[in-house]
């Protein structure tokens, strides 16, 4: 049988009153009531419910989710599945609020940011570069109490509460392996895209394919990055004038966003599946291109995992409980076109919830 607030005053010695306040950390205890409650709740074993107690004080969670304002199927992905988990979540009393920002306006999104706690927000997940604004910010919300978690890209010097997202450094390296592997480790030039490298998930995936490529296939040499900050011009301009350049040209690896510019390229060049393409994130686009063999191999997240991880997250910091940290590991999935699973399946979709996932 669970132990129930009763259990714990006659443990502590103490009123159910007492009980009551230390648990809605209410005040007018004094420290060594506090701590005598404390120890009983531990002894017994006494597990509180959260939903219930919220139920009884009207108690919601309110959470913001910010997103960059990119023309992105990805981040298109990551917004329907946040949507659909807010709806899941609704019986938990969380209401979630999705905003973009301008994605090369730093000040913009600490003026976003920074109204957030205004309006009773107790919890942010948020995908973003960090800058030193960012950074600034961040820590103004954890100080004033607000929850934060990073989305896709971590935030490591900002205070954050937690990272919600692949270990990128691994997922670099798992395509490097794919690169290696799908040239036969002959010798070759490699293309590098990313939209910005001040994005540390592109980063750390750089960073993580150069020390395979660099240390198992030492033929295959990797060029310096091509960012495109947003612009289609521009990336499809820079795939142009680096393939003048790269004569020895066999593969491309695309960090982030921006296949559909890359296949066009590689086409217009007669490039396309004469050279090995390797991606990230499964969007309607990546995935016609993995059917149509004008990507090789994807390297994936699952969308819906992702925005419900981050939900469970948020409330637990909001309620100060420890989570389960087996349950919020986000896993690293490797699609081709053989193993392409159907449209309700696809990793970085949103399926119906396992039981161990649900929000």
């Not at 910010?66 to 992905?77: C, I, K, N």
């Not at 920074?114 to 961040?138: F, K, N």
């Not at 900050?229 to 593969?251: N, W």
């Amino acid at each position: 049988m669970r132990p129930t607030v009763n259990d714990i005053a006659r443990e502590a010695g103490v009123s159910l009153a007492t009980v009551d306040r230390v648990l809605n950390e209410r005040p007018g205890v004094r420290p060594r009531t506090v701590q005598v409650v404390t120890e009983a709740i531990a002894r017994i074993g006494y597990v509180r419910d959260l939903a219930a107690a919220n139920l009884a004080r009207g108690r919601s969670y309110r959470i913001a989710c910010l997103l960059p304002d990119t023309e992105s199927q990805f981040l298109a992905t990551v917004e329907q599945a946040i949507h659909d988990a807010a709806a899941a979540a609704v019986v938990s009393r969380t209401e979630v609020e999705t905003l973009r920002f301008p994605a090369e306006d730093p000040h913009a999104l600490v003026a976003i940011l920074a109204g957030l706690q205004a309006q009773g927000i107790s919890g942010v997940a948020i995908m973003a570069p960090e800058t030193p604004h960012l950074r600034d910010a961040i820590r103004s919300l954890r100080h004033a109490g607000v929850a934060v978690v990073a989305l896709v890209s971590d935030l490591p010097n900002t205070g954050r509460d937690h990272f919600i997202g692949i270990d990128n450094v691994t997922a670099g390296r798992t395509a490097g392996v794919l690169m290696g592997r799908f040239l036969s480790g002959n010798p070759g030039q490699i293309m590098v895209v990313a939209q910005s490298l001040l994005s540390r998930d592109a980063l750390e995936r750089r960073r993580g394919f150069d020390a395979v490529v660099q240390a198992d296939f030492p033929g295959l040499e990797v060029l310096q990055t091509l960012e495109a900050h947003g612009s289609p011009d521009i990336l499809r301009r820079a795939v142009f004038e680096m393939s003048r350049h790269a004569p020895q040209l066999r593969g491309v690896y695309v960090l982030g966003s921006g296949h559909r510019v890359i296949g066009a390229a590689l086409a217009d060049l007669g490039l396309a599946r004469r050279v090995v393409v390797i991606g990230h994130e499964m969007t309607p686009h990546t995935r016609n291109a993995l059917q149509s063999g004008t990507i090789d191999a994807l390297v994936t997240q699952n969308t819906g995992h992702l925005a419900r991880s981050a939900l469970r997250v948020l409330r637990a910091r909001i309620d100060r409980v420890p989570i389960d940290e087996g349950q919020e590991q986000i896993r690293i999935d490797i699609v081709l076109r053989e193993n392409l699973p159907p449209m309700a399946e696809d990793p970085g979709q949103t399926p119906r919830a396992k039981p161990d996932e649900a929000a």
